[in-house]
């Protein structure tokens, strides 16, 4: 007999009526559901309890505060390295005071009482004894404590959850569900939820999210029931679907979905997930304070710098980034646990990859759903920080996962906006026309969302970049609802303001004009893009009321892999690694190190295949404008001929070059494999008379370039930043990923250097390096009716 299953469209107005608790505790059974009596326009969005009252540095208007700032010390005490400065309690007793508890909690300010310190010792003394282990080996899942390493904090363990389905439909306000549950399935219990039906454990509640795996319905439901899932929730099924029946449901399922699991049916399964997800975990963002990063560009590298900050006050950090997400110094996989590798490194012993061949890309830390992350898995990531003692979250919110509706049921306490235009401190006049429909909807979808979750002006605050002429229409349409906190660098008017910004080769050092203080920062972030990201922290800090000293303290710690992340192994000249991938951001990390005084740039670089190609000869001519040695390789191919990438990027340089050598038989700007070996010569003067080579092997181009660099050069390898893979075309038309990161290969290489120098009068000036190489480089002449002739060539007939 075919399963029961029900087609609903959820009540959104339940928490506006009061008669249901959103609040999640483990339940046996409840009292019977009210029906909702909230008008239809009072319920945008799930809200849990109220939230921790914030106190921000600008209260009651926008701008400047409207009451005189504090007395604070004179301004060189902040620039003065030698001095030092701890909270005293006793000594600031009145500014102590004046804070709220959440700013106490966050600077730490917490009277301790005896039995604080007594469970502390209890706490210790567990630990002596093994606890630790235990708590991994369950976080684990059952994986045996032998494959499991211990995390670098101790946490307390997450409290285990249980709930009749019905009950947690109730909890969620899906009422039409939560009746029907409880009359047809009223002994069916829910331990977990779950996105993927791969990773269901028995007890969950499985949420199909179409395209989140390569299954289609009757597969991945197939998949979840046989991993042990005591419900589905699946999408609506539409009668012009083709090959599925819509009444009563898919006869397919039929011996798939046994009559015990019941089928619910909605319109919209990711915010589904997310709802239910929030409801069985308590909303996660309600006992935190949460900072979301939105914005086009710089939300990583802001969103660190926050942690940063934060993280030196004592709190108990999580992240959500593109690069991780973490709590503390350990990492958490995308359903929340504490992530530790199941599989062998075969990259754990090696120095470096080889050339022309991928090393196996396992046993490493990766993210599966990346910018689409599930709004379901959101929720599980924020309860798996605030379970293990997290007070603060910060988390990047790009366009995908708000068009999504990744965060729809996440609280926010700080806003943070890096900027909702491609260049800053112009007018939109002048922005760039080729992206204007793209980032005129990431803007809107952006303000949106600000609009409808900052509507409380004693527990949210908006830090926005004064130097964005989209600021003025998102201030308008928010029309003072929060506190707001403005930064800049070209807008003096701005709250928090760099009032000085200079780089060399290796660090950046900025002085920042803030309400309560100059501050000076030296970081080895380079770049002016970098610079507003800097100041966009600070101002989130001075928003959350952070002590001067701790703002600093905590920026100039921070390390962000692959974000302008200089390699320094004692050579003399910079070896940078940064993220680099749009035509804005190279252009500001090669204008900051033209600036910092690099007597050459090198600059090796690629695009990947899959995305974008408009962007190709826009980073060629970025890179061409602004570098001295270019060098041309792979990032990413996947599924594209890697000539054709590499085609799309040389197609950026001047004309003038490309044109210089159209008689030719074969294009001279290309990896020399792919021609015949008699043109090779040929091919090398072209590119070193031009200083434009083309190398596709990214393990080659990187010691290319380091091994040519001399003092006071600068190397800079963009693109692939923290990224320490790359992806192929496999034979069977797959994409196959291998292990490749540049931060390992520059070290290697550098490691190396000795070795070339003791070879005697051998020439790295430029490439191809050997005295013989520019002999033969110096006998070429170029005769476009010989070259345009393919076969053999003998080059001793040439003049």
């Known amino acids: 007999m075919l399963a029961q299953h029900l087609t609903f469209r959820p009540c959104l107005r339940r928490q506006a009526c009061g008669s249901q608790n959103l609040a999640t505790s ?56 030698e001095e030092g400065y701890e909270f005293d309690e006793d000594e600031d007793g009145e500014f102590v005071e004046q804070l709220d508890p959440m700013s106490r909690k966050l600077m730490g300010i917490k009277a301790r009482d005896e039995d604080e310190f007594e469970e502390e010792e209890e706490l210790n003394e567990e630990e002596d004894e093994g606890v630790l282990e235990e708590a991994a080996e369950a976080d684990r899942d059952g994986v045996a ?67 989140l795996t390569p299954e289609g319905e009757l597969e991945a439901i197939s998949v979840a ?32 979905l046994p009559d015990e699991v ?3 049916r909605v319109e919209d ?36 710098l926050i942690r940063g900050i934060l993280e030196e006050l004592g709190q108990s950090v999580g992240l959500m980034s593109s690069i991780e997400h973490a709590i503390a110094e350990d990492r958490l996989d995308e359903d929340g646990y504490l992530w530790e590798p199941l599989e062998e490194d075969p990259s754990a012993e090696r120095e470096s990859s080889v050339p022309f061949k991928l090393i196996p890309y ?69 922005q760039p026309a080729d992206r204007a429909d793209e980032v005129r909807a990431a803007a809107e979808l952006a303000m949106l969302t600000l609009e409808r979750k900052l509507t409380d002006p004693e527990t949210q605050v908006l830090v926005i970049n004064a130097d964005d002429p989209a600021t003025t229409e998102l201030l308008r349409r928010l ?58 922290a600070v101002a989130t800090g001075i928003a959350l009321k952070v002590p001067l000293q701790s703002i600093v303290a905590g920026v100039e710690a921070v390390e962000i892999p692959g974000r302008s992340e200089v390699i320094d192994e004692g050579q003399e000249f910079s070896v940078v690694v940064d993220a680099a991938r749009s035509p804005e951001t190279l252009a500001s990390m ?110 080659s181009a990187i010691r290319a370039a380091i091994g040519t660099a001399g003092p006071e050069d600068v190397v800079l390898l963009a693109g692939k930043g923290d990224q320490d893979w790359v992806e192929h075309a496999n034979t069977d038309g797959s994409s196959l990923r291998g292990w490749l990161d540049d931060r390992v290969e520059a070290r290697n290489a550098l490691s190396k250097l000795k070795y070339l120098k003791q070879i005697p009068k051998f020439n790295r000036d430029t490439l191809p390096w050997g005295s013989r190489i520019e002999t033969l480089m110096e006998t070429l002449a170029v005769d476009p009716g010989v070259l345009s002739r393919p076969g053999t060539v003998d080059t001793t007939t040439l003049d």
């Not at 909303?283 to 086009?296: D, F, H, K, R």
């Open 590 to 699: 090669l204008d900051a190190l033209r600036r910092g005084g690099a007597r050459q740039i090198f600059t090796v670089f690629g695009c990947s295949g899959g995305e974008d190609p408009a962007l190709r000869p826009k980073m060629g001519a970025v890179a061409h404008a602004k570098s001295d040695y270019v060098i041309v390789t792979n990032e990413n191919p996947r599924m594209e001929d890697p000539a054709k990438v590499v085609a799309d990027i040389v197609a950026g340089f001047p004309d003038d070059i490309i044109n210089r050598y159209s008689a030719y038989a074969y294009f001279p700007f290309q990896d020399q494999g792919r021609t015949p070996l008699w043109f090779e010569p040929y091919l090398q003067k072209a590119q070193r008379d031009n200083k434009r080579y083309v190398m596709e092997d990214r393990y």
């Open 362 to 430: 396992t046993g490493k830390y990766e993210q599966h759903y990346k910018a689409t992350i599930p709004g379901l898995n959101s929720q599980k990531i924020l309860a798996g920080m605030r379970d293990r003692g997290a007070g603060v979250a910060v988390m990047e919110i790009g366009t995908k996962s708000l068009a999504l509706g990744t965060y729809d049921y996440v609280d926010l306490n700080v806003a943070v906006v890096t900027g909702l235009s491609v260049r800053m401190g112009v007018p939109n006049s002048e």
């Open 269 to 304: 399964t990711h915010g589904m997930g997310a709802r239910l997800a929030a409801a069985f975990y308590d909303i996660p963002s309600a006992n935190m304070v949460t900072i979301g990063v939105m914005g086009l560009l710089g939300k990583t590298t802001t969103g660190w």
């Open 26 to 81: 483990a339940v046996v059974v409840r009292q019977p559901i009210q029906p909702c009596s909230a008008p239809r326009s009072a319920c945008p969005e799930l809200r849990g309890p109220p939230r921790h009252r914030l106190t921000v540095a600008h209260a009651g208007r926008r701008g400047r505060p409207e009451e005189p700032t504090p007395e604070m010390p004179d301004d060189d005490f902040f620039l003065d390295e």
């Open 262 to 264: 019941p089928l619910i």
């Open 479 to 536: 029309n003072n609802a929060v506190p707001v906190v403005t930064f800049g660098m070209s807008n003096s008017r701005a709250d928090v303001f760099v009032e000085s910004y200079k780089n060399n080769i290796w660090e950046t050092e900025v002085i920042i004009r803030t309400p309560t203080g100059r501050l000076q920062i030296i970081t080895n972030l380079l770049g002016r893009h970098n610079a507003y990201n800097l100041v966009a």
């Open 145 to 211: 404590p032998d494959d499991v390493g211990e995390p670098s904090t101790s946490y307390p363990e997450p409290p285990e959850r249980v709930y009749r389905a019905s009950d947690l439909f109730g909890e969620a306000a899906v009422l039409d569900a939560a009746l029907w549950l409880a009359s047809n399935y009223p002994d069916v219990i829910v331990t977990g939820v779950q996105s993927n039906p791969h990773l269901v454990i028995p007890g969950d509640l499985f949420v199909l999210h179409p395209g």
């Open 225 to 256: 029931v046989g991993q042990g899932a005591t419900g589905i929730v699946a999408p609506q099924v539409k009668a012009e679907d083709p090959g599925l029946d819509p009444a009563p449901d898919p006869v397919g399922l039929a011996g798939i």
